[in-house]
């Protein structure tokens, strides 16, 4: 008859040594039987043997006794007691404080696009850049700037959950105003600075222009590309308030005939948290 299930202990997955879970004896094992591993004074993995596993090794999913050989039976997780956890590998994992504040790291890491808010208002009181409207959307004509106000302006906060140091990407959604040749060019740049609570609003801006080249089978009106800006964080912080400036340039040759449309813009963190105080 199979015995009572015994309850295991240990303070570490992996070793081989007396005090490993990898370490108790295969032949003393017992489906069903249970395992708790104090790894710290912060984790205590809980697993559960299955007798018919044959599962790879994969700690902490899955453990396989040192003396097991060929033969089947595996430690398999089933949850970790946690004061913090950790899930994932070195350096690409999942973290959650024993605050309960939730970090990515690595490949762990995700993105977030977020919409700044757009200077409507100067827009409507100088008629510029003008509206353009395709069926349900709505869009702005740019036209070279030459010191006429066919310019847009942005701001947004920079949000808790980035990660503070990966480089923004400013995404612009652009349609071609007309038929256009293959190999025509289109140029934006967005120039951008930051404001800092407790500092002076700077009147400089760092610039980026992107040159855009239509493509073939690309030359229709309202044909859409994307254009993306990199933004140098370089000295920002979170909570900073980034203000973009976007014009249309002269290109470098083969300018487009009609003036492009944008018809919308994303500003595109790398966050490393699900949440921050206050975004």
């Not at 008859?1 to 303070?11: D, F, K, L, N, Q």
């Not at 790291?105 to 827009?123: F, N, Q, W, Y």
């Not at 612009?172 to 934006?188: M, P, Q, R, S």
Request: one cysteine or more; charged letters at 20%; glycine letters at 10%.
């Amino acid at each position: 008859m199979p015995r009572e299930v015994w309850t295991w202990g240990a303070t570490e997955l992996l070793g081989g040594g007396p005090t490993s879970l990898d370490f108790k004896p295969y032949a003393s094992l017992q489906d069903g039987d249970l395992a708790r591993t104090s790894v710290t004074d912060d984790y205590t993995y809980h697993h559960i043997y299955d007798a018919a596993s044959e599962a790879v090794e994969a700690s902490p999913l899955i453990i396989k006794p040192d003396d097991a050989g060929e033969n089947p039976g595996r430690w398999v997780f089933v949850g970790v007691f946690a004061a913090k956890f950790r899930t994932g590998e070195a350096t690409n994992y999942l973290d959650i404080s024993s605050g309960g504040v939730v970090t990515l790291a690595g490949t762990a890491k995700r993105h977030l696009l977020l919409r700044p808010s757009l200077d409507m208002a100067t827009v409507a009181v100088k008629g510029k850049p003008a509206i353009n409207t395709r069926g349900a959307h709505r869009g702005f004509v740019m036209p070279i700037y030459s010191a006429d106000d066919q310019e847009l302006f942005i701001h947004a906060h920079l949000p808790r959950r980035w990660d503070g140091t990966t480089n923004l990407i400013l995404p612009l959604t652009v349609a071609l105003g007309g038929i256009e040749d293959i190999g025509d060019k289109f140029n934006f740049q967005a120039s951008y600075s930051v404001i800092e609570v407790g500092k002076v609003v700077p009147d400089t801006s760092t610039d980026a222009p992107v040159e855009t080249t239509v493509l073939a089978g690309r030359v229709a009106a309202y044909d859409v590309y994307e254009v993306d800006f990199t933004i140098d964080v370089t000295g920002m912080e979170v909570g900073d308030v980034l203000g973009v400036r976007v014009r249309r340039l002269a290109a470098s040759t083969l300018e487009v005939t009609a003036s492009p449309i944008i018809y919308c813009f994303d500003v595109d963190h790398t966050i490393d948290k699900l949440y921050g105080d206050g975004g």
